[in-house]
């Protein structure tokens, strides 16, 4: 499929230079939004605990400011960088899951040793779940009873998954919904929640607190 480039407008490419320029200005910062990384910083606790799909920059900036953090990644090669990364940085808290994305044509993802990774922990035994990987919309379902009280859900990339008024690309509309059946039943459940949608322009990142 050939890319489309109908977004291109004057905004969107100012935007996209001003996320290129922060990238490079904050190499160790999660590819969240700058709003999003400003509110964890000031929100996040030392005695923290979390689970993180999608291993990266987010793994380190997240287990330095926290008491433990499970992050699971699908890429192996990624996987072993990461591990690096943890082991160079000396930081003791991360647990770096390695989960193979499946294979087929009608793979079972929500049977899947990914999503299944949300089996190791108890409810409400968590202060914060990052959906930034693969199967985001089984890994955010599985993840919502593992939340505590006000605990947050924070979701990368999240207006191609939620409807919203946002300018980013391939945003969701209001009139379109979320994006298929477990989005859904995601959304029927957070949608009341209070939240913090945050944008670039380029991405969406919003952080969903736990009633």
């Given at each position: 499929?050939?890319?489309s480039?109908?977004?291109?407008?004057?905004?969107?490419?100012?935007?996209?230079a001003?996320e290129?320029?922060?990238?490079?200005?904050?190499p160790?910062f999660?590819?969240f939004t700058?709003q999003?990384i400003?509110?964890?910083?000031?929100?996040l606790?030392?005695?923290d605990?979390?689970?993180?799909?999608?291993s990266g920059?987010?793994t380190?900036?997240?287990a330095?400011?926290?008491?433990?953090?499970t992050?699971?990644?699908h890429n192996?090669?990624?996987?072993?960088k990461?591990?690096?990364?943890?082991a160079?940085?000396?930081l003791?808290n991360v647990?770096?899951?390695?989960?193979?994305?499946?294979?087929g044509?009608?793979p079972?993802i929500?049977?899947?040793?990914?999503?299944?990774?949300t089996?190791?922990?108890?409810?409400?035994s968590?202060?914060?779940v990052?959906?930034?990987?693969?199967?985001?919309?089984?890994c955010a379902?599985r993840?919502?009873?593992?939340?505590k009280?006000?605990a947050m859900?924070i979701?990368?990339?999240v207006?191609?998954?939620l409807?919203?008024?946002?300018?980013?690309?391939?945003?969701?509309?209001?009139e379109?919904?979320?994006?298929?059946?477990?989005?859904?039943?995601?959304w029927q459940?957070i949608?009341?929640?209070?939240s913090?949608?945050?944008?670039n322009?380029?991405?969406?990142?919003?952080i969903?607190f736990k009633?």
């Amino acid at each position: 499929m050939a890319r489309s480039y109908s977004h291109w407008s004057a905004r969107y490419l100012l935007n996209r230079a001003r996320e290129k320029s922060f990238r490079r200005q904050h190499p160790d910062f999660p590819w969240f939004t700058p709003q999003a990384i400003d509110f964890l910083q000031g929100y996040l606790l030392p005695t923290d605990a979390g689970l993180e799909f999608g291993s990266g920059r987010s793994t380190l900036w997240l287990a330095r400011r926290t008491r433990s953090l499970t992050s699971v990644e699908h890429n192996p090669e990624w996987a072993e960088k990461v591990r690096s990364r943890i082991a160079l940085a000396n930081l003791q808290n991360v647990d770096l899951i390695y989960a193979p994305k499946l294979t087929g044509d009608q793979p079972d993802i929500a049977h899947s040793d990914y999503v299944a990774v949300t089996a190791r922990f108890e409810p409400e035994s968590l202060d914060f779940v990052v959906i930034d990987g693969i199967y985001r919309a089984h890994c955010a379902l599985r993840s919502l009873p593992l939340l505590k009280q006000h605990a947050m859900l924070i979701i990368d990339n999240v207006n191609k998954a939620l409807p919203s008024h946002s300018i980013s690309p391939n945003s969701r509309s209001i009139e379109a919904g979320p994006d298929g059946e477990i989005w859904n039943e995601v959304w029927q459940q957070i949608e009341p929640w209070r939240s913090y949608w945050t944008s670039n322009g380029v991405a969406d990142t919003a952080i969903f607190f736990k009633p």
